[in-house]
């Protein structure tokens, strides 16, 4: 499950190991500073770039570090708000990275608020049933600095799309760890990934931004609470009761609702915070009146909010996204007892947005080629 690059990412090192690689060979505490300005600020795309550092340590650089370990291989964007970048890393594994635009009034697509969906895995070992990124199991973890990669090829492009006079902000609003992966399952690279993201002397993005996605490892969440980092906490629910949990999510066997429900409650009493729970909406299986009421009575309970998604389609898979009338009754449920509550209206259906689809049909002409 481990891959070990030939040169490991500049983009997993923190300012405290790169000042020691640095010192090792004799040169200035200021140098690691200097360095990750250039990756971070400036968004230098090769060594030369970095035109303040002497050549002979752009050399070591070069051949100590990757500067960039993934490559944008495909950028699908869709009729409406969704692009999603398809990156392959060192060993050809593909991963995705989704930015999601959000319209405002009076303010141009290009120039809205964006929220990067960044993936944490290549694959993914938890099953649940209705997931695409799941289909073909997990490949690997990723490293530290793959999962920020993610984060400075969207810099690149946004930086490019709508150049700003101050490169040294993150070029998006919202970054969400939904994307490919179990990134509780990647606890420590995960971790150290957005220690980075968030440090000044990294991308400088607010912790409380930063929204992480869990399927419901329990003891993990209770490790994240204890994290000084302050990141949001989202649960992909998907079942209000552990019969139907349980059917399509089978993380659920060894963290039952029973035991999943006061570890959200403990992360959210911790940090003060209101919770999400995910709960993607799936004909006949999720989408009764019964389970509404379960759901609202788990979301007032827990003082969290509701987001209620419904299905993507996924092919080759047998599951359906409820009518209009349904998905509205069932919001309708947790309005009407005051749950915070969004129901989605899709983005990036069009471009094969459900998570892991875009990756698994490029692998798919791949192995057929
Ligand atoms: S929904 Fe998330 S946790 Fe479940 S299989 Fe897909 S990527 Fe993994």
């Known amino acids: 499950m481990k891959y070990s690059p030939a040169k490991p990412p500049l983009t997993g090192e923190t300012l405290a190991t790169l000042t020691a690689r640095l010192q090792e060979r004799g040169e200035p505490g200021f140098r690691a500073r200097q360095i990750l300005d250039w990756v971070y600020k400036k968004r230098a795309r090769t060594w030369d770039d970095m035109t303040n550092l002497p ?69 993914c070992a938890m099953g649940c049933v209705f997931c695409a990124s799941g289909l073909a199991g997990l490949k690997r973890d990723l490293n530290a600095g793959e999962i920020v990669a993610q984060l400075l090829q969207v810099c690149y492009r946004e930086d490019a799309r709508t150049p700003r006079a101050r490169t040294e902000l993150a070029s998006f609003d919202n970054i969400v760890v939904m994307g490919m992966g179990e990134p509780l399952a990647n606890y420590d690279a995960v971790i150290r990934a957005l220690t980075i993201v968030n440090a000044e002397w990294g991308l400088g993005f607010g912790a409380r931004r930063i929204t992480l996605s869990t399927s419901g490892l329990v003891p993990k969440i209770l490790k994240l609470a204890d994290e000084p980092l302050g990141l949001r906490l989202a649960i992909s629910l998907h079942g209000a009761t552990d019969e139907v949990r349980e059917q399509i999510m089978p993380v659920n066997k060894a963290f039952p609702l029973a035991k999943l429900l006061p570890a959200i409650r403990a992360f959210s009493e911790k940090h003060g915070r209101m919770v999400t729970l995910e709960f993607i909406l799936i004909e006949d299986v999720n989408d009764s009146l019964e389970q509404a009421e379960k759901l609202r009575d788990i979301a007032l309970d827990l003082h969290a909010h509701v987001n209620l998604i419904p299905y993507n389609t996924v092919e080759g898979l047998p599951w359906k996204r409820p009518s209009i009338t349904r998905q509205e009754r069932f919001a309708e449920i947790l309005r009407r007892a005051r749950v915070s509550v969004t129901l989605r209206r899709e983005k990036g259906h069009d471009i094969d947005a459900a998570c892991g689809q875009l990756r698994l049909k490029t692998e798919q002409t791949r192995a057929s080629a």
Do not use: Y
């Open 55 to 123: 050549k002979p340590l752009r050399g070591w650089l070069d051949d100590t570090f990757e500067l960039m370990p993934a490559t944008l291989v495909l950028n699908r964007q869709s009729e409406d708000v969704t692009d999603k970048l398809l990156l392959e890393l060192g060993d050809r594994a593909l991963i995705e990275t989704v930015i999601i635009r959000v319209p405002q009034e009076g303010v141009g697509l290009e120039h809205s608020r964006k929220t990067i969906c960044i993936s944490t895995q290549v694959g």
